[in-house]
């Protein structure tokens, strides 16, 4: 964008300058410092569509500090020097602010308005309309300068809205934890790096039990409150490379890189057994059941895992609620037997069901 603008910039000064060469002009103009200067733009404006993609942000700060040494030379060729009208070309310095005000930091900016503010004091300086020249210099770089800060602080707060809401449209309102579209972009992501780095990757699926009765018994705003305990209680028990979604109505998830099934269970245990103890969440007699599945055992594409985590989740809630279950055990059909079985995830099973 920034070549697309900057190329559209020079060859709108070119169409202008050609525009000033071929109407009425002041006859004192320097006719062949035009056409040098409409060439030159011109051609430099193709050069920038042709290479936009490849320049770097320091290109484009030189590209506008050469478009203010060709504003200023409009304003030497323009015939004022010998005596002919002002051309009043100084406000196109207004095109380099606004386009440096809305691609550039503060400090480029500033770099910009005191290389314009230099050229233009400095083509007055030889140009020499007078006594007006400060009075021409200090409205013209006022001017210019005020373009660059409002177009920067409309670019800011633009920018500002746009992340704010890149982030709601992927934030639960209500818990403040990633949403269901952000778990399953996250949940591709980090399959895809196990996959690569050979390392496992677990997910947990954990549903509130008889949310619906609580919602009834105690009202919404205790429900929603219980939610919000869970999703606070489901972050801290999580690690920072964990993400912990609410992907549904009382339906949460965590998905746990360079975790396989046991220390997933342990973390889904430590969830379970933390939201059991939870004070705040007392009065509504919160418990979760959960069901874990591993990428390389379970499932290694998104669909395939959380289809295992599902399936593991509703055998703890047929198995009685208020337990973990992981999608080994449930595929096995082991997972009321646990304590035959010494899988750590299991036995952990057992305990927790019985
Ligand atoms: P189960 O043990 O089988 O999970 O039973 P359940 O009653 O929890 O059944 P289910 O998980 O299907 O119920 C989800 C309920 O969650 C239904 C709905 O009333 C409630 N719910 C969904 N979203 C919200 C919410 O944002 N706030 C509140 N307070 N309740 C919600
Ligand atoms: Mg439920």
């Not at 314009?116 to 006022?142: E, F, K």
């Not at 992340?163 to 949940?187: C, H, I, P």
């Not at 549903?207 to 429900?223: L, M, S």
């Amino acid at each position: 964008m920034m070549g697309q603008v900057a190329g559209t910039l020079f060859l709108i000064g070119s169409a202008m300058t050609v525009l000033a060469i071929l109407l009425p002009h002041s006859p004192k103009a320097d006719i062949g410092g035009f056409c040098a200067m409409a060439g030159g733009t011109g051609l430099f404006a193709l050069l920038l569509f042709r290479h936009a993609r490849r320049l770097s942000l320091r290109s484009y700060e030189c590209c506008m500090l050469l478009a203010s040494l060709t504003v200023t030379l409009s304003l030497y060729f323009s015939g004022e020097r010998h005596g002919g009208p002002s051309a009043g070309n100084q406000v196109l310095y207004v095109w380099i602010a606004l386009y440096s005000g809305y691609f550039f930091s503060v400090v480029v900016i500033t770099a910009q308005l005191g290389a314009i503010a230099g050229l233009y004091g400095g083509v007055l300086l030889v140009i020499d309309p007078g006594s007006v020249a400060l009075t021409r210099w200090l409205i013209t770089v006022g001017m210019v300068s005020a373009a660059a800060v409002i177009v920067h602080a409309l670019k800011r707060r633009n920018d500002d809205l746009l992340r704010r809401l890149a982030k709601a449209a992927r934030t639960d309102s209500l818990t403040g934890l990633v949403n269901r579209q952000a778990f399953d972009e996250r949940l591709e992501i980090d399959l895809a790096r196990g996959r690569r780095t050979e390392r496992p990757m677990a997910l947990v699926i954990a549903d509130i039990d008889h949310f619906k009765e609580i919602n009834d018994r105690f009202g919404h705003a205790v429900g929603d409150a219980a939610l919000r305990t869970v999703g606070e209680t489901a972050r801290q028990a999580a690690r920072g490379t964990d993400t912990v979604a609410r992907i549904g109505g009382d339906e949460f998830a965590a998905i746990l890189p360079d975790t396989d099934a046991e220390g997933a269970f342990l973390f889904a245990e430590r969830l379970r057994e933390a939201i059991l103890t939870s004070r705040e969440i007392d009065e509504a007699l919160v418990t979760m059941s959960l069901g874990i599945a591993e990428a390389e055992a379970d499932g290694l594409t998104p669909d395939a895992l959380c289809r295992s985590a599902d399936e593991a989740l509703y055998e703890a809630k047929k198995l009685g609620r208020n337990q973990t279950v992981a999608a080994r055990a449930a595929r096995a059909g082991t997972a009321t037997h646990a304590r035959r079985q010494p899988i750590a995830a299991q036995s952990s099973f057992a305990r927790a069901a019985s």
